[in-house]
């Protein structure tokens, strides 16, 4: 019988707990806002820390840069090739 109330309480304890999504950051933006809650996620949509930060106020938020942004390189300037005379 105790071994029965364990076995459900166990099983109870798991299905209540739910799933778990993995944080993840979109390369194509700068900035991350952090929701905090029941139900934390990441909101990485923003340009600029300042726009981030405009947006949070009155949320339990915070601004964090993104560390996975794939900044574009600025290409080298080409050379122009000179006809040997």
């Known amino acids: 019988m105790r071994s029965t109330c364990l076995t459900l309480a166990a099983v109870g304890a798991l299905l209540a707990s739910g799933s778990a999504h993995a944080q993840t ?7 991350c806002m952090q929701i905090y809650g029941p139900v934390g996620y990441l909101d990485c949509r ?10 949070a106020v009155g949320r339990p938020a915070s601004c964090v840069v993104n ?17 040997a005379d």
Do not use: I, T, W
């Open 46 to 55: 923003y340009g600029s820390l300042e726009q981030c930060k405009f947006l």
């Open 67 to 83: 560390p996975y942004f794939a900044q574009r390189k600025p290409m080298a300037p080409r050379r122009a090739r000179h006809a």
């Open 25 to 31: 950051y979109d390369p194509n933006y700068p900035v």
